[in-house]
């Protein structure tokens, strides 16, 4: 029988450190009104020192296999998406398949900032449908706080650490995954990176002294490429899955700027309160916005089996990604 590839369990890791506005009102030039009047966010949440993204991921994933009633051993894949992996190698994803017990899985890193978890989902279906796989695990986990400039009032007010993970399996046509779309602009690569630590730039005292090892955001560039390229992300995946924007029970958009979330779900015509959002509570956690917001949502019973959902990230490369997806009731789940 033909297969889809759908999400068969969900978690998410979420340190326990908050970080306020009123605490960033002790370190740098700012407000708390400021920063919810521009942001949308209250507080986000900071990693212990001793916390790096493979155990993030761990935490994550471990969710996401008991949602699913599957363990280590039964993963084929394991895809992380991270900026800030535990080294440059080997993978934060090979770690993950140790920890995991994951014996013999394929394992891979993608960085592409903040679209990650969405093309990670893509690459995932990919293998499950074909056959290639059973289960895949995607996790999204970063560590912004490391590379944040907290010295720099216009990008440390944003960013928090968190991870998401999801565990995709076969499922029958029609159901699950029904589309994505992937996409990249690299003409506005210098809007949003991290020079230092590459073949370009690599670490020296001169790098560090430059702070080159701190991530770098043109916010205004950003904010004009995300609300043109989250309208045409949208409309693409939508019309790909056969859907129609009616047909939408949770809008989950990359938690990057409330203003950027209210312009992006005006311009689709769905309601505010079909838009699910975590942002002021975490802040923009880069690649792990989706799936802790995904998890969160069906948790909660906000999204339930059968609903249909529409994902719409963006992020550094500059990239763009989408999918629709129809979450699963158990008799969709292919064994």
């Known amino acids: 029988m033909k297969r889809n590839a759908g999400i068969w369990g969900l978690g998410r890791f979420i340190p326990e450190r ?18 919810v009047t521009r942001t949308g966010i209250s507080e986000r949440r900071i990693a212990d020192d001793d916390v790096a993204t493979s155990d993030m991921t761990l935490a994550a994933t471990r969710g ?5 009633g599957l363990n280590g051993a039964d993963v084929d894949m394991i895809i992380v998406a991270t900026v800030t992996p535990d080294m440059s190698f080997p993978s934060t994803a090979c ?18 900032g903040c679209t990650g978890f969405v093309y990670g989902l893509a690459v995932a279906e990919q293998f499950v449908a074909s056959g290639q796989a059973d289960f895949v695990v995607v996790a999204a986990g970063d560590i912004l706080s490391r590379i944040t400039n907290w010295e720099d009032r216009a990008t440390c007010v944003l960013f928090g650490d968190a991870a998401g993970a999801a565990v995709v399996g076969p499922c029958r046509p029609g159901t699950g995954i029904l589309s994505t ?43 004009k490429f995300a609300v043109r390229a989250m309208g045409r992300s949208a409309h ?28 992006s779900a005006a311009r689709l015509g769905i309601p505010m309160e079909k838009v699910y959002i975590n942002l002021d509570r975490f802040g923009n956690t880069s690649a792990a916005t989706v799936p802790t917001a995904l998890s969160e949502a069906w948790e909660q ?7 249909h959902i529409l994902a719409v990230t963006f992020g550094a490369g500059l990239s763009w990604a989408s999918a629709a997806i129809q979450m699963l009731k158990e008799k969709d789940r292919l064994a």
């Open 95 to 112: 770690l993950l398949q140790d920890a995991l017990g994951a014996e013999g899985a394929a394992a891979f890193d993608l960085q592409v």
């Open 64 to 68: 996401a296999l008991d949602q699913a």
């Open 301 to 307: 019973g906000v999204i339930s089996p059968g609903d």
């Open 236 to 263: 693409e995946v939508v019309s790909r899955a056969g859907l129609r924007f009616s047909d939408i029970d949770c809008y989950i958009p990359h938690q990057a700027n409330r203003r950027i979330i209210d312009a």
């Open 181 to 223: 779309y992937l996409g990249s602009d690299g003409s506005g690569a210098d809007h949003l990176k991290m020079p230092g630590g590459g073949s370009r730039h690599p670490a020296t005292a001169e790098t560090v002294a430059d702070r080159l090892h701190y991530l770098h955001m043109n916010g205004r560039e950003v904010f």
């Open 18 to 35: 908050v970080l306020t506005n009123k605490d960033l009102e002790k370190m740098v030039d700012t407000t708390d009104e400021w920063i």
